[in-house]
């Protein structure tokens, strides 16, 4: 009987050339300036990246800044996040599992800036080689990041072929293209991009005459090894190729070493893939020696299966955000129930009565055979004590009554307030879910911004906005969900308020603290909007109101100013 013919092993390389400049950009919104990213050397700063504008400048990676502003003294030089684009690489790496169960970020420490996922026998399911490079180079790019992709039959060549594009694939393949309008909002900070490398062909021949022309640099050698190859006039890979192999060897260290390096790149040396870490969600598993036909075997399953689901989160530090009970039946198909929770919890009797009621209603069909609970969603939970000497918060006790009315009325029904990033009072706080979805991929920002989760490909939820500070400005207690129009009598017009007029009662001003101006959001109000002076009054019975004036006599911005009342304090 013949044996099955050996699959080729498939490599695919995805290269971030702008990793760091990118993010940087998205997060601090600044204008494409000639702004370089720098960390520390033995002799000073040294550039990290480089903006476009910067590059077209002079500077380039790995340059003292020194010398980069002996070129260009207009350089704007801003610490690199090195952590951040490490931490956005790891979650990178896990979201890159939709292509592949074996992804590994390739590079070490700051130097990190790519991944490599093994994608043998998985390219049929995009519609191929060519399927699979168009979707993973247009959900990068949906994350406003530039990607270069190549795939071969090793590492090394894929890596190689990734930054030095083999002139053999002709100028269509391989020419430097710029995206075009609408590849995303900072396209002038990007790099150049490339079409990805067309799928190499078989067998180590046509391999070696694909990367033939790369330069030496392909080999990833150390660059004291590279220079010395060149030197040499071992300029590319076929150069190198045609030398013997011990005369090489003598001449370089061993990790040097260019005949190994060269044996890796055509795969006559094995170069593994340790595909990233990753931890499991916690999960207990209760398996029936008989199939549970009553309604209340996924009650009675889950009375067994939260204790185990807890120890283990103990264990862990964990606390669960969202529980999902699976009732597996004899004929293959499955049942689900699921809850998530306000705040990370682990309290057995709190989740088991959130589960209770959906696991009873759970349909057994003909029959569950197993059970399985999961947290799929989780959080790190400390040991922690509520209070010293005094009462505790509550804290805990307002969670718990928010997760059972969520389940009980539904999570759309139960809000909390929710900070927006405004200076505007109307639009600073609005109203969300008091349980947060889980469900989806968070924002782009959120991405950006680095961290994980606690599972594999499973991001953790975009973390809450938090409102730029309003310096000095006392709120009232209630403000009004529309500022009310109120009639206002003054002594001039720029001056202090002393009567007005609100839902037909006049009140007559005692005392008045302000102004305090605030500039309108020209980057969402048209050009006509006015500004807004803020005054605090107390009319003679002593109630206190929130008002303000809507522009200044002659701004040209509109009539005479106009008054509103905002908000009521006590």
């Given at each position: 009987m013949k044996g099955t013919k050996k699959q080729e092993r498939r490599i695919l390389s995805v290269w971030l050339p702008a990793l760091a400049i990118e993010r940087w950009a998205k997060l601090s919104g600044a204008e494409p300036d000639p702004v370089v990213l720098t960390i520390e050397g033995a002799h000073g700063p040294v550039i990290h990246a480089v903006t476009a504008a910067a590059a077209a400048r002079g500077a380039q990676a790995g340059a003292r800044l020194t010398d980069a502003r002996a070129l260009d003294p207009g350089l704007v030089a801003v610490p690199a996040d090195v952590a951040g684009d490490a931490?956005?690489?790891?979650?990178?790496?896990?979201?890159?599992?939709?292509?592949?169960?074996?992804?590994?970020?390739?590079?070490?420490?700051?130097?990190?800036?790519?991944?490599?996922?093994?994608?043998?026998?998985?390219?049929?399911?995009?519609?191929?080689?060519?399927?699979?490079?168009?979707?993973?180079?247009?959900?990068?790019?949906?994350?406003?990041?530039?990607?270069?992709?190549?795939?071969?039959?090793?590492?090394?060549?894929?890596?190689?072929?990734?930054?030095?594009?083999?002139?053999?694939?002709?100028?269509?393949?391989?020419?430097?293209?710029?995206?075009?309008?609408?590849?995303?909002?900072?396209?002038?900070?990007?790099?150049?991009?490339?079409?990805?490398?067309?799928?190499?062909?078989?067998?180590?021949?046509?391999?070696?005459?694909?990367?033939?022309?790369?330069?030496?640099?392909?080999?990833?050698?150390?660059?004291?090894?590279?220079?010395?190859?060149?030197?040499?006039?071992?300029?590319?890979?076929?150069?190198?190729?045609?030398?013997?192999?011990?005369?090489?060897?003598?001449?370089?260290?061993?990790?040097?070493?260019?005949?190994?390096?060269?044996?890796?790149?055509?795969?006559?040396?094995?170069?593994?893939?340790?595909?990233?870490?990753?931890?499991?969600?916690?999960?207990?598993?209760?398996?029936?020696?008989?199939?549970?036909?009553?309604?209340?075997?996924?009650?009675?399953?889950?009375?067994?299966?939260?204790?185990?689901?807890?120890?283990?989160?103990?264990?862990?530090?964990?606390?669960?955000?969202?529980?999902?009970?699976?009732?597996?039946?004899?004929d293959g198909s499955v049942a689900v129930a699921s809850v998530a929770t306000a705040i990370a919890s682990?309290?057995?009797?709190?989740?088991?009565?959130?589960?209770?009621?959906?696991?009873?209603?759970?349909?057994?069909?003909?029959?569950?055979?197993?059970?399985?609970?999961?947290?799929?969603?989780?959080e790190p939970l400390g040991v922690a004590q509520d209070s010293l000497v005094e009462e505790a918060n509550g804290e805990a006790d307002v969670a718990r009554l928010v997760d059972r009315l969520s389940v009980k009325l539904g999570a759309e029904k139960v809000r909390r307030p929710k900070r927006h990033e405004s200076h505007m009072p109307e639009r600073a706080s609005g109203w969300a879910s008091a349980v947060p979805p889980r469900d989806g991929e968070g924002d782009r920002s959120a991405k950006l911004r680095g961290g994980g989760g606690s599972a594999c490909g499973k991001p953790p939820p975009p973390p809450t906005a938090v409102p730029l500070p309003l310096r000095g400005r006392i709120k009232p207690q209630r403000l009004l969900d529309r500022p009310e129009a109120i009639a206002v009598v003054y002594a001039t017009p720029e001056g202090l308020p002393r009567r007005f007029m609100w839902r037909r009662a006049v009140h007559d001003i005692a005392r008045v603290e302000g102004p305090e101006r605030i500039a309108p959001e020209w980057w969402r109000e048209p050009s006509s909007a006015r500004l807004r002076d803020y005054y605090r009054v107390e009319d003679q019975a002593g109630r206190r109101y929130w008002i303000f004036r809507q522009g200044v006599a002659g701004d040209g911005r509109g009539g005479a100013p106009g008054w509103f009342i905002h908000g009521l304090f006590g």
């Open positions: 931490a956005l690489l790891a979650r990178l790496a896990r979201w890159a599992q939709r292509w592949s169960p074996l992804v590994e970020i390739d590079g070490a420490d700051a130097d990190a800036d790519a991944l490599r996922l093994d994608v043998s026998g998985g390219a049929h399911l995009f519609g191929g080689e060519a399927g699979l490079v168009a979707d993973v180079e247009e959900r990068f790019a949906a994350l406003g990041l530039t990607a270069r992709t190549a795939i071969a039959p090793t590492a090394g060549a894929a890596w190689a072929l990734a930054r030095f594009p083999s002139p053999l694939e002709g100028e269509g393949d391989s020419a430097p293209t710029e995206r075009g309008e609408g590849a995303g909002p900072h396209r002038a900070l990007t790099l150049p991009a490339l079409r990805a490398s067309l799928p190499l062909p078989q067998g180590e021949r046509e391999l070696s005459a694909r990367l033939a022309p790369l330069p030496v640099a392909a080999l990833r050698l150390s660059a004291q090894a590279t220079r010395t190859l060149e030197r040499l006039g071992l300029k590319t890979i076929g150069a190198l190729a045609g030398i013997e192999r011990r005369s090489l060897a003598r001449r370089f260290r061993e990790a040097d070493n260019p005949v190994d390096a060269l044996d890796r790149l055509l795969g006559r040396k094995n170069e593994p893939l340790t595909a990233a870490p990753c931890a499991l969600p916690p999960r207990s598993v209760l398996r029936l020696e008989e199939p549970a036909v009553h309604g209340e075997a996924g009650a009675q399953a889950l009375e067994r299966l939260i204790p185990r689901l807890v120890a283990e989160l103990q264990a862990r530090q964990l606390g669960a955000r969202r529980l999902a009970l699976s009732g597996f039946r004899v682990r309290d057995g009797a709190h989740l088991q009565r959130l589960l209770a009621e959906k696991a009873a209603a759970l349909d057994p069909e003909f029959g569950f055979d197993a059970f399985a609970l999961e947290a799929s969603w989780s």
